[in-house]
């Protein structure tokens, strides 16, 4: 999945509904491991680690000054004891 244009706060339901279709189908071939370049706002990269994280290990990458930065797993929250 692929946007080159800028997000604003009118689009975050309609890619919701992008990104969770896309996980749904994603998952369903068995993905295990998803590296997510990421470069744009941050509250995207939320939206992203709530759909897909769930059902896969996703590796962030950030980008910023001319680089992509590994942040590591986006991990779920843990379960309330």
């Known amino acids: 999945?692929?946007?080159?244009?800028?997000?604003?706060?009118?689009?975050?339901?309609?890619?919701?509904r992008e990104l969770r279709g896309a996980a749904a189908q994603l998952l369903k071939t068995g993905t295990d491991?998803?590296?997510?370049?990421?470069a744009g706002p941050a509250a995207?990269?939320?939206?992203?680690g709530a759909e897909f994280a769930n059902g896969a290990c996703v590796l962030l990458y950030q980008y910023g000054n001319g680089s992509y930065t590994?942040?590591?797993?986006i991990r779920p929250a843990a379960p309330a004891a």
């Open 1 to 16: 999945m692929r946007r080159d244009r800028a997000i604003t706060a009118q689009d975050m339901p309609d890619l919701q």
């Open 44 to 48: 995207v990269a939320v939206l992203v």
């Open 70 to 73: 590994n942040f590591g797993p």
């Open 33 to 38: 491991r998803i590296h997510y370049f990421h």
